[in-house]
């Protein structure tokens, strides 16, 4: 007796057999596998699974067209087997809030201070960063949220330095050419 595995809330879960699937009421659009299939498919897909719908709703006709330079002729190579379902990778489920990774700092006010005081582009290059962080943590992309953090940081440091370097520089040319030209001067201040 065949046995199916199926896809309910991101997570796989079987096997059942043909009767169980019938009393769980799944739709042409659940994803299943079963022994003999090469990936997951959808129900509609699956000939042995047709008699658990309503007879009267229509499933579109499923059109593959060859690929460029293949033959349109049906394959008959046969179809390898497994002895047991396809992993399925989801996204990671996280059940409760103290389960998820914490959020890592944005640095938004640092990026904005950067962009006043010191460096008007690499500030702007920050404050990007800085305001991906929270979007790309509330969608879910741990791994994102914490590049963007540290891209922000990077960006907040290498700005600070570039301000620091051209503040130093012109305080140094002020003194040098501020004696200087006053010298040339005669002392009149112009």
């Not at 299943?32 to 509609?44: H, K, L, Q, S, Y």
Request: include cysteine; proline fraction near 8%; charged fraction near 10%.
């Amino acid at each position: 007796m065949k046995q199916y595995y199926i896809i309910r809330n991101d997570q796989q879960a079987g096997p059942y057999t043909l009767e169980e699937l019938a009393t769980m009421g799944i739709t042409p659009d659940t994803v299943v596998w079963t022994e003999g299939m090469t990936d997951w498919a959808p129900a509609r897909e699956v000939s042995d699974l047709n008699s658990l719908f309503a007879p009267n709703a229509q499933t579109p006709p499923s059109y593959h067209s060859p690929a460029y330079g293949a033959s349109a002729a049906p394959q008959y190579n046969r179809a390898p087997q497994y002895h047991r379902a396809p992993e399925y990778h989801g996204a990671p489920q996280y059940n409760t809030p103290a389960e998820q990774p914490p959020m890592p700092p944005t640095y938004l006010a640092w990026s904005i201070a950067v962009t006043i005081l010191c460096c008007l582009v690499g500030g702007i290059v920050a404050i990007v960063y800085s305001s991906q962080v929270s979007s790309r943590y509330i969608a879910g992309d741990y791994e994102g949220a914490d590049y963007a953090s540290r891209q922000a940081r990077i960006w907040i440091i290498v700005s600070a330095c570039v301000g620091l370097l051209v503040g130093i520089a012109y305080t140094v040319w002020a003194i040098f050419f501020g004696t200087s030209l006053a010298a040339f001067s005669g002392g009149y201040s112009i």
